[in-house]
């Protein structure tokens, strides 16, 4: 009995995730009520406040099941035998970016609230969850590259907990670029978060000890395709 | 009229900060209420609110004004002439550990609790608040080094974001150290501090492109000292 109780709860949680998540993507995470969620999902208010106790629960969940799920899709080029370790990171990151362009007004309607200014508290949830999902796969590769004497470091989990927290401090160049789509600032901010990218991936190359501009963090007109996909869809 | 208006408004929101800063250091940030403070300060709760929204505005606010007075005491080294940019930085960090250490009582019972997990979004409201104070006179030491051929960058001021943005990433460990103060695993929480900092130097370094072990933002026994300060007030 025990068991099914246990069974049926997590049922319920990931039903108000599908339903939070179908919500997300097509109406956007700000018009969307944690009312509209339960309604979807067909649970009661007992039953919400059971699992999460705000919507912000619900995309912080959402961020982080989504990131194990591009893992999934990312199997193949992590296990892949005959790649080294600088190999591995850019097939992984370039797939990721081609990912989120397939998903890209999906995704925008969902998280593009978290850059809102508002939402600062928000955003650091979300990579704090997103990062203790990538974190081991990342050491993993860091650790191939140490063994393979092409990364220049000393503690491998140290190391990818500086380089995943690195990624934050691209906010502002992405909050600025959603900011502007759309508007005669539009092109500055795009040209300003390339650079930023193309800055982030010296300061990983340099911090495992790679020549400048070996990890591509950066690749042109993808901030510029990843932007107008949603764009067009707001028309 | 207007401007002695004006001027009552800023005295009184300095008088709300003196009060809290008294408050914050004898009694601590979490023993300190609303109410102490207005009492203390002799301002009602509509001025209160004309200022300040919450109690956490006010540890935001006094971060900033401690870093800009930290910055005025630093004067005399962030102008000494004969310092090339790497003595300056280093000088730099060895008087504001000088300065944090003097006041270590007083800065723990006040910021201590933005390394609670519940008070994540507070740390980096104050880290902003802060990283916007130094900011300027950073970027000032990156445009020196890189007029000297020292640091290998190519924008200064995205160079200072992603440095200052970095130190962020020793949260967790000194939320860990102050947490451990006091218990059996403090000594194993202070060293794993230690690493933390010197890694954190490395990846600073590394990003300017300097030799490893270069910039000193770890200094053997600080920590401890920091911390140990704190427990002997506890006691």
């Known amino acids: ?3 099914w109780v246990k069974k049926a709860t997590d049922v319920r949680k990931g039903e108000l995730l ?3 998540q179908a919500l997300f ?11 509209d969620i339960m309604e979807r999902a067909g649970v009661s208010k007992g039953g919400f406040y059971h699992h999460f106790s705000a919507k912000e629960d619900l995309l912080e969940a959402l961020a982080a099941r989504m990131a194990a799920e591009s893992l999934k899709r990312l199997q ?8 080294d370790a600088v190999a591995r990171i850019n097939a992984v990151l370039l797939q990721s970016r081609q990912l989120k362009l397939e998903d890209a007004p999906a995704i925008r309607a969902a998280f593009d609230a978290i850059f809102k200014p508002e939402n600062i508290v928000l955003y650091h949830r979300l990579n704090r969850a997103v990062s203790q999902v990538v974190l081991p796969l990342f050491v993993d590769i ?3 590259g140490k063994a393979e004497g092409l990364f220049r470091i000393d503690d491998p989990v140290t190391t990818a907990e500086i380089i995943l927290h690195l990624g934050t401090s691209t906010r502002d160049a992405v909050a600025r670029a959603i900011e502007a789509t759309g508007t005669p600032r539009a092109e500055e901010a795009a040209d300003a978060l390339d650079e930023r990218l193309r800055q982030h991936g010296i300061a990983t190359d340099r911090i495992l000890g ?8 950066f ?3 993808f901030s510029r395709a990843a932007l107008a996909v949603s764009a067009k ?3």
Not at 76 to 83: F, M, R
Not at 210 to 217: M, N, R, S
Request: hydrophobic fraction near 35%; avoid cysteine.
């Open 1 to 3: 009995m025990r068991k």
């Open 219 to 221: 690749e042109p007109g």
């Open 233 to 235: 869809k707001a028309e």
């Open 25 to 35: 993507f097509s109406k956007g995470y700000d018009a969307t009520t944690v009312a």
């Open 76 to 83: 193949p080029v992590l296990e892949e035998p005959g790649l």
């Open 18 to 20: 599908d339903s939070a």
């Open 210 to 217: 790679l020549p400048d501009g070996t990890v591509a963090f």
């Open 142 to 144: 860091l650790k191939q």
